[in-house]
């Protein structure tokens, strides 16, 4: 059971609590993350994020895909994950079209040489081909076995600013990492909202935060906005300090 620890208490519906927030920014899509990391900050254990979750984990990780109309990921974690195509049951899929959504998010991945496999589990689906976002220095022969199995698009300059801007016209976009597509995101300012898992392990080890790249100066001033707790994991939600009010 999940439940609230602040503000507040008692238990909780993630889906109910998600897809009933307002999420809107002016000019651009409202950008959040969703992470998982332990409690020294690793985001994986033994290469794969899941190895960090629990049911809880999964309950609410299938709540925050009810809510974009893009997940934004990068090839680092569709390979290392080995993601597949983006899938609702029909109770999700009934509450988004209740909201004007399409029934499933569009799955968009960045990779900054077209090094993905066409083969791969992400591309199995033909009626929900995935966006490819890329460079135009990317090999042409992996951009044209790409485009077989996906929307290939092609920027002159792969920053975070151009890949939102790519994504036309969504409303809110969830990134699920990895932590460097997380970092540029940062450093761009680009970020209004952080979940995050905190899975009761220590792991020590290499593996990299859930943001990773150049210190921000300043950093983003974040707020806490609730936690939430499972049997075992812990639920933190950060707001952008700067966008509260449009919440």
């Known amino acids: ?16 609590l ?3 927030e307002a999420r809107t920014h002016p000019d651009r899509p409202w950008v959040l993350l969703n992470m998982i990391s332990s409690v020294d900050g690793a985001t994986n254990l033994d290469g794969k994020s899941t190895a960090l979750g629990d049911d809880d984990d999964l309950a609410v990780f299938k709540a925050l895909r009810a809510v974009p109309d893009v997940i934004l990921v990068g090839a680092g974690t569709v390979r290392a994950e080995n993601y597949g195509p983006v899938r609702l049951d029909p109770e999700r899929i009934a509450r988004r079209r209740a909201l004007g959504l399409e029934d499933v998010p569009r799955l968009a991945v960045v ?4 090094s993905l496999d066409p083969e791969a589990r992400v591309f199995s689906d033909p009626d929900r081909r995935p966006l490819v976002i890329t460079s135009t220095s990317a090999d042409a ?13 092609q920027l002159d300059v792969l ?9 036309g016209g969504s409303k809110v976009v969830l990134c699920e990492g990895g932590p460097s597509l997380n970092g540029q995101l940062a450093a761009a300012g680009l970020i209004d909202e952080v979940n995050l898992t905190v899975a009761p392990v220590v792991v ?5 935060r859930i943001i990773h790249g150049d210190g921000l100066e300043p950093p983003l001033d974040m707020t806490l906005d609730r936690i939430l707790m499972g049997d075992r ?3 933190l939600r950060y707001l952008r300090s700067a966008n509260r009010g449009r919440i």
């Open 204 to 208: 020590s080890g290499e593996s990299a």
């Open 1 to 16: 059971m999940i439940r609230y620890v602040y503000p507040g208490s008692g238990p909780v519906e993630p889906l109910d």
């Open 159 to 167: 920053d975070a600013a151009s890949i939102i801007a790519a994504l």
């Open 233 to 235: 994991v812990l639920f």
């Open 111 to 114: 990779t900054g040489r077209a």
């Open 18 to 20: 998600y897809l009933g």
């Open 141 to 153: 022969d992996r951009v044209a076995a790409l485009s077989e199995v996906a929307e290939v698009v």
